[in-house]
């Protein structure tokens, strides 16, 4: 893509509540705009991010046999009211009369609907274990939205639910998301730590938060920072090895102040492996049980053919947020440096151009087209604008790689640079191959 | 994938309500369930069709060099009242008050935003032309939905828009997107015709409907057969090429009831040439110029300095509807088959499965490892079930090539029959290649 095409209306006046500096950089960049309180169009270079996340958060869900599906935006309250939840959820829910005057709501969360799905299908021991998701728009009606995609109205979220057959059975289908989440997140380039978490308005006895480290965060939390140098390629895809997994995990001290005990923390950890810092809730999953299929009525035949109502969990990922956290957490000294996973491009040509001569635009226009050959997503910044500008302009738009053609190339050597590092000299051949790594 | 785990719930009452084809199979094979009037979910099977349409679709908006992003689904009523459609939309528009009372609704459709998000970031000739494009649930409050998928409230739907300067530009981005809708259609395995239309709610003065024929269609369809004849490849996307290709599809008379003349088509086709069938609407594109820009001030920067309102278009194609016609146009006689390019898999393999013998299932599931090893997208029936019931199930869902392990396989050599052909027995080898063709 050439820069000059490329629909990024940069905001030069930062609105008075972009507080935060995911909300300030989205906007710089034009990766967002408000269309009204808490709710956004996602721009070209905003959808690409959140485009790829969301195939990396698919692939890894795909992986544990999770299967794709997709529920509406619009519900009937009718289930909200069997399982009990239509009175409780207050305000935040944003409620709808249609035309016939039928109280619908818009889902922000889907536990009744998949209820009711499952219900409906399946009847049997023998179709179990099951884990459905998907990824779809949601609304919370926030009463203060702030922080951008941070904390918005309408956002978009990836959520699983499974269905087993037992309690022990179920807690298998729990650890398995558990760790399908931090491969996720592991790709997403993010430091991810699980914390036991309260289970709120979802229900049950088992949860974790899975939060991301950022000084910005919402949320204080301490850990031992020991829990980072856990390798998840040790662990695979088996009952022993997850439940090991778990337990590997839980051996470290984490915790948000909900739930700190700062006595426990100072005879658990030594000083030096402590981390107080802040962090992002970026996933949440939960173990609930019956709580939603014992009031809807979801049963299955067991073994010996008596019904029981099936126990299930849910499993949620916040796609859109997870960009403003990927923000947060790569965002320093006014440098942006997208994970390689999710960078809107794999690298930008900086060509430096002079009205006289048009020699640079051209040699860039070459690579570009060598590069393109080769799968590369790669943007050219044919913008006429001097180079100063420019450099400045990519450390906002974040871009990990970068080719600059300017005085320091040669006939066939170009700078190439990691952002945050230093350049050097290479071959176009060379830089292919960086890339490709 | 293997049957026994796919989530494909089989509906075998089928509701009254379900009176065309596509309705009644993708209920009867498990590819949607409704959640509450006109609103539906879409399981797993339904779900990878709806994916892969869309994925044409996208490719076909950025071959263009469209732009994707994303607008939300709920919009404020402000800009409606700008564009003054707030009062005209009538009761199918959703209105929504959120907890504040403030008229917020789920958009129908989406020019006042585009109008909006763009009337804020472009204000130069230079930056034009422009092609925006989003892939986003719609919401139409039908007082009375039906059909399944295909008149349903809540609905999938791309929908691009175009800016340009004058009239001309715009009637050549017009046209780009007339040409890639075509490509589109052709892409999916269906028989669109471009149809002169009315404007209706959206306004304008030039726009066409993309109409796929299908018996049980909704609008009456006359043409002339010899529109099928034409070529795309021949076009390229320069505009005297788009230009002639307007031209040469004008050249065959092309008519929903709404505008149709029976003495001119008597007059201009021959009666051995004339279609009198029905069709399915998948498409609709509009010219319409200043009709949101003037009222919005949207305004543009042309070359003189002088503000003038960006001429827009919009273009929209209904992905979750094309779901239901591609089987209105492709199931007949209880045989549906997929277009191979939407097919929820590639391929399926039955194996005679008996309780004694397993050797049958065992050789499948080796064809099956070797196919995924290509990258193969393959359904294995390891259900328990006799033949003839499952060759009657493979006959609804539609995969068009099955392999069958059974008493008519060798020892390297098995059954390959695409559907609605006769069966030959081949070698693993040859199957692979004709599966990859």
Excluded at 166 to 195: D, Q
Aim: charged share 30%; aromatic share 10%.
């Amino acid at each position: 893509m050439y820069l000059s095409q490329l629909f990024i209306p940069v905001t030069k006046d930062l609105p008075a509540e972009a507080k935060i500096k995911s909300h300030q950089l989205m906007l710089r960049t034009g990766m967002i705009k408000q269309s009204s309180a808490g709710i956004y169009s996602w721009l070209p270079l905003g959808f690409k991010v959140m485009k790829k996340i969301e195939q990396i958060v698919r692939e890894e869900q795909n992986a544990i046999d999770a299967q794709e599906m997709l529920m509406p935006t619009i519900q009937s309250s009718e289930i909200w009211k069997e399982s009990g939840r239509y009175d409780d959820y207050g305000e935040e829910m944003l409620r709808i009369k249609d035309r016939q005057g039928r109280e619908m709501l818009y889902g922000p969360t889907n536990e009744e609907l998949i209820t009711d799905v499952f219900r409906s299908s399946i009847k049997s021991y023998k179709s179990l274990p099951q884990i459905l998701y998907h990824i779809q728009w949601k609304f919370r009606d926030e009463i203060r939205p702030r922080f951008g995609v941070m904390r918005c109205k309408e956002f978009y979220m990836k959520d699983a639910y499974s269905f087993d057959l037992t309690e022990n059975e179920a807690k298998k289908s729990y650890n398995k998301m558990f760790f399908s989440y931090l491969k996720t997140f592991e790709r997403l380039g993010l430091k991810a730590i699980p914390m036991a978490a309260d289970t709120g308005p979802i229900g049950g006895d088992l949860s974790h938060e899975f939060i991301i480290l950022a000084e910005t965060g919402e949320s204080q939390i301490y850990a031992d920072k020991r829990i980072f140098q856990l390798d998840l390629s040790k662990y695979e895809s088996t009952e022993s090895s997850l439940s090991q997994m778990r337990k590997d995990f839980s051996n470290f001290y984490s915790a948000t102040d909900e739930k700190f005990d700062e006595t426990k923390f100072n005879e658990s950890v030594e000083k030096n492996n402590q981390i107080r810092t802040k962090g992002i809730e970026v996933g949440h999953i939960f173990y609930f049980g019956d709580k939603y299929s014992k009031p809807m009525n979801c049963l299955i035949d067991d073994k010996s053919g008596k019904k029981i109502s099936v126990k299930m969990g849910s499993y949620g990922i916040g796609v859109s947020r997870l960009v403003g956290a990927a923000i947060e957490a790569n965002y320093n000294n006014d440098v942006m440096q997208w994970p390689k996973s999710i960078s809107p491009f794999d690298v930008v040509i900086i060509p430096s151009i002079n009205k006289n001569n048009k020699d640079n635009l051209q040699k860039a226009e070459k690579i570009y087209q060598e590069l393109k050959k080769q799968n590369i997503d790669v943007l050219l910044d044919d913008v006429d604008e001097n180079m100063s500008n420019k450099f400045k302009k990519h450390d906002l738009i974040g871009i990990p790689f970068q080719i600059i053609v300017g005085s320091k190339s040669e006939e066939n050597k170009f700078e190439f640079k990691e952002l945050n590092s230093k350049s050097e000299l290479l071959s176009l051949e060379n830089i292919k191959s960086k890339l490709k790594e």
